[in-house]
């Protein structure tokens, strides 16, 4: 007897089915020989900040419905996070993580930027102050 269920071609598609846990072990295996993997990181990979954070961490999880199918064993070789697409989600998830950390210390240097001309300029005005004092005495 032939499946009938619609299986989705889209990552958007795919990604609400696997949130929904709406897949047997079969359609795991249906979906992690035939591209889902690479839909699924494909679209992970066009997410942004915190978002793209958050799914590289359900992805590599392989108790949530998502990282199951990163998880499931396609060929002879076990996945493993040294490997595979699993591989590149750890190596997204430290490049997001090193561009947070720059983007912190660029608002750090920035913050730091402005304020130092207002430190300066006031430095500068009270040694003008005491000059002139000192000019008038």
Known sequence: MQNTRQHPHDAI????????????????QVF??????????????????DAQAKAILQAINH???IGKLFWTQRGMCEPNLE????KKLV????????????????????NNMFRQPTAILVKTSKEEIQHTRKRTV
């Not at 889902?36 to 990979?45: A, F, N, Q, S, W």
């Not at 490997?83 to 699993?86: A, E, K, N, T, W």
Request: net charge positive; glycine share 6%; hydrophobic share 25%.
């Open 13 to 28: 598609s795919l990604w609400q089915h696997l949130c929904n846990n709406n897949f047997s072990q079969e359609d795991y």
């Open 32 to 49: 992690a020989k035939n591209r889902g993997k690479k839909l699924i990181y494909k679209h992970i990979e066009s997410l942004q900040g």
């Open 63 to 65: 108790d949530h419905p």
């Open 83 to 86: 490997s595979g697409y699993l």
């Open 91 to 110: 190596n997204l998830l430290r490049i997001n993580k090193a561009k947070e950390k720059e983007c912190q210390h660029q608002g750090y240097k920035n």
